[in-house]
């Protein structure tokens, strides 16, 4: 299938609403910054998804459906995923979904683990893979802003530094983890057609971005919308942009 026939949204099939797809960072007793969402707060917004009978579905599933190959999706439908790869997801959030038998994609970016200080280990990273219901996808190799890169580079200077951070991301974590990746988490959420119709080329089946608003059957498959949950992020709010997708309340 051509990157052009990948790229344009799917015709409109019957769905029960709009699908949240939830992006999260990482988690600590307090919220050192704007990013880190404090552990009592992430246990009342994992409480809201439960209270309002939430499904929590694989981003595969997702795409699964909007490629053909999955009849439907199950009403109240959410997505959580993770970006970053940083240590407390592995020491947090995944025990708490684990719990809860919930499936999560994790994105990270290769060049972090068993690096950075803040990041998970490949030993860590392994033994989630190895759970079932978590998905460990690709952030890129080094997670740049590319669009930045693509205003202060060649075309052709571009062109390869976009494919190394695209594709030796994937490679290095299919390799590290025997497990098949095909998801990708735009850094910063910041994408263009070009870089899209390129994931595409490379082996990609979907890519999330952010946006802040839940994923319906007119987004691209390479620009899905993520809503950003930092710690400014209310249970309550969060309960109010879930009855939101699923026609029930207003967002805030």
Not at 85 to 106: D, K, Y
Not at 109 to 134: C, D, K
Not at 135 to 141: D, P
């Amino acid at each position: 299938m051509c990157a052009a026939a990948l790229l344009a949204p799917l015709a409109a099939r019957a769905m029960p609403s709009a699908v949240p797809i939830l992006a999260y960072h990482r988690f600590a007793p307090t919220a050192v910054d704007s990013m880190t969402v404090r552990l009592e707060l992430l246990d009342a917004q994992l409480s809201v998804l439960e209270r309002l009978a939430c499904r929590i579905v694989p981003l595969a599933d997702w795409v699964a459906w909007r490629q053909g190959r999955l009849a439907t999706l199950p009403e109240r439908a959410v997505v959580l995923t993770a970006d970053d790869g940083h240590r407390s997801q592995f020491e947090q959030l995944a025990p708490r979904l684990r719990e809860r038998g919930w499936p999560v994609s994790l994105f990270v970016y290769p060049s972090a683990i068993s690096n950075a200080g803040y990041a998970m280990t490949w030993a860590q990273l392994t033994e989630l893979a190895g759970q079932e219901g978590v998905a460990v996808q690709s952030h890129t190799l080094w997670h740049p802003n590319l669009l930045r890169e693509r205003r202060s580079q060649t075309p052709e200077a571009f062109q390869r530094f976009a494919l190394t951070q695209l594709r030796q991301s994937r490679e290095v974590l299919q390799r590290r983890l025997a497990r098949p990746v095909e998801h990708l988490a735009w850094p910063f959420g910041l994408s263009d057609t070009g870089l899209q119709a390129l994931a595409a080329e490379v082996g990609y089946t979907a890519a999330v971005s952010l946006g802040n608003r839940s994923a319906t059957a007119a987004d691209s498959l390479f620009d899905l919308p993520r809503h950003l949950i930092v710690d400014s992020i209310s249970a309550r709010q969060l309960e109010s942009r879930l009855l939101a997708a699923f026609g029930t309340g207003a967002a805030s």
